[in-house]
């Protein structure tokens, strides 16, 4: 059986685990990120929605082939049809090429000196009494082991790391999403992004058209815990029941599940840190997790390299990264869940009296 050995192990090269990666090495640790696709950034499930400060934070411009659309508007529409635009001129958004863009962030962690091994998946995590000191894996369907100081865990909602540490199973809320790439459009004004509220089209959730363009958009729904039909259902009535939309040419189908409970309570063990959807690091409202992912990725990663010099990965010293997370994001996702919370409470006919009273 192969074994390697390396001080940081992050498991799962998407933004928050690339990141993460990207700064230990940047600190002198010898890091190994495990990928379980052949390719970082594939299959892409996500709205694609990103503002700037997100993509300024990894590390890239907001510029082709990362980017394929500016977005200067956010508009909200009430069941009724009544919208709010929402702009400021101290931000703007962009569609993100997910696919593209993660592979940079992965081949920017390479860069500066991590090692990638792609088509390797996560099994279990190996213990050392009380710690965490790597990761069972299969490379290529070969069993191998990876032995490591600290292991990141970077594997998504469904994290085999969480779960295997004996850390939380799964989260008490989440949405269902389906998205289908529309083409042959003819969008008005591709700068909008447009969210839809009310049960009509998602209970609990909301629905969007992200435009990549004129001609192209990112169009799909999240429904949770009340709904009565499968999301892709919704999303096959929200499409039919607009004029722009239900002719177009389908491009792609994906879709997934996203945690919108907030962060965990415990996601820092002995030699282990989760960061991104790994640990629940998603904002409430808008299912949105990739700037958080981001960002909790570059704040795990320098923790994990300065314990490691330090001779001390013990829960007690990796706790600096909670304390950071929290000080930087705890709140915004905290607020944001009583706000979803609020607005559990309310029936489309409240949203619609809400679309008439509420300002900018």
Not at 31 to 39: G, N, P, Q
Not at 199 to 207: I, Q, W
């Amino acid at each position: 059986m192969q074994m390697y050995n390396c001080d940081v192990l992050v498991v799962g090269a998407g933004p928050a685990g690339s990141m993460a990666a990207k700064t230990a090495a940047e600190k002198g640790a010898d890091v190994i990120i495990i990928e379980e696709h052949e390719v970082p950034g594939t299959p892409v499930y996500c709205a694609e929605g990103l503002g700037i400060g997100g993509i300024n934070d990894g590390g890239l411009d907001a510029v082709p082939p990362y980017v394929t659309q500016q977005i200067q508007t956010a508009r909200i529409i009430a069941p009724n049809g009544n919208s709010l635009d929402m702009s400021s001129e101290n931000w703007t958004g962009f569609t993100l090429d997910r696919q593209v863009f993660d592979k940079a962030l992965a081949d920017n962690a390479v860069d500066v000196g991590a090692s990638l091994m792609t088509k390797t998946r996560a099994m279990d995590v190996i213990w050392d009494g009380k710690q965490i000191v790597g990761v069972k894996a299969l490379k290529d369907e070969e069993e191998i082991l990876l032995h490591a100081k600290v292991v990141i865990g970077a594997d998504g909602h469904w994290s085999i790391i969480r779960r295997r540490a004996g850390l939380v199973n799964y989260f008490p809320d989440y949405l269902t999403c389906a998205q289908y790439q529309l083409g042959d459009l003819n969008l008005e004004d591709p700068t909008v992004n447009e969210f839809y509220i009310g049960e009509k089209y998602s209970p609990g959730g909301y629905a969007w058209v992200f435009p990549k363009g004129k001609s192209v958009a990112n169009v799909g729904l999240g429904v949770r815990k009340r709904h009565e039909k499968a999301a892709i259902d919704y999303l096959k009535y929200f499409i039919g029941n607009d004029p722009r939309l239900r002719n177009a040419k389908i491009l792609k189908k994906t879709g997934g599940i996203c945690p919108v409970s907030g962060t965990i309570e415990k996601y820092i063990m002995n030699g282990l840190m989760l960061v991104g959807d790994a640990a629940g690091m998603l904002i409430p409202m808008t299912g949105a997790g990739i700037h958080s992912s981001i960002e909790s990725g570059k704040m795990a990663g320098k923790v994990a390299a300065e314990a490691i010099m330090e001779g001390d990965v013990s829960e007690k010293r990796l706790h600096e990264y909670k304390v950071e997370f929290d000080k930087q994001w705890g709140k915004r996702i905290k607020e944001s869940g009583r706000i979803l919370e609020m607005l559990d409470k309310f029936t489309d006919d409240d949203l619609n009296k809400l679309s008439e009273i509420v300002t900018k």
